[in-house]
């Protein structure tokens, strides 16, 4: 059976490096993203949205369509906050935050560190998946941050292949 997943990424990734947006060898940068950042809205909703539509949004033709709306600001997050990344002489703490607050603008904490313990699942007790504790959030982030900019990466594909 063919995966139309994956033939779908990789015509993404040819069609995108002609448009010079970030795609490395078989990871398309705008694929994974754009999934990630459907917004409040699911992905199965945003398919929905035809191109036709989300541009008559754009241009302000249609107010009607909610769903197109919603998913043109979300668009725009997703490119500001590309774009913060793009221009980002190195990684900080402060550029991941940038990019969280554009990235999730509705959410109460967007752009700072977690100060509470989450996971994934149901309840705590029957968690799929804990993350390390909120107090030692920051310290693993920072470290990261060090640790990725003191890694001679010779160009961005580097980094992400690495990462």
């Not at 100060?115 to 107090?135: C, F, H, M, T």
């Not at 990261?144 to 980094?159: E, H, L």
Request: net charge positive.
């Amino acid at each position: 059976m063919v995966n139309t997943d994956s033939r779908a990424r990789n015509w993404d990734c040819s069609f995108i490096e002609n448009k010079q947006v970030s795609c490395f060898g078989r990871f398309s940068l705008n694929h994974y993203l754009s999934r990630f950042l459907c917004g409040d809205v699911a992905l199965r909703e945003c398919r929905s949205v035809s191109r036709v539509q989300l541009e008559l949004a754009r241009l302000g033709i249609d107010k009607s369509n909610t769903l197109a709306n919603d998913l043109n600001q979300t668009l725009a997050q997703y490119q500001q906050a590309k774009d913060v990344m793009l221009q980002a002489n190195v990684m900080s703490l402060n550029v991941l935050c940038s990019v969280h607050r554009l990235l999730m603008p509705k959410h109460e904490k967007a752009g700072a560190i977690r100060d509470k313990q989450n996971w994934l699942g149901e309840s705590r007790e029957k968690a799929v998946y804990i993350p390390p504790k909120a107090d030692e959030a920051k310290a693993l982030i920072n470290e990261w941050v060090q640790d990725f900019n003191g890694t001679d990466f010779s160009n961005v594909k580097t980094a992400i292949e690495s990462y």
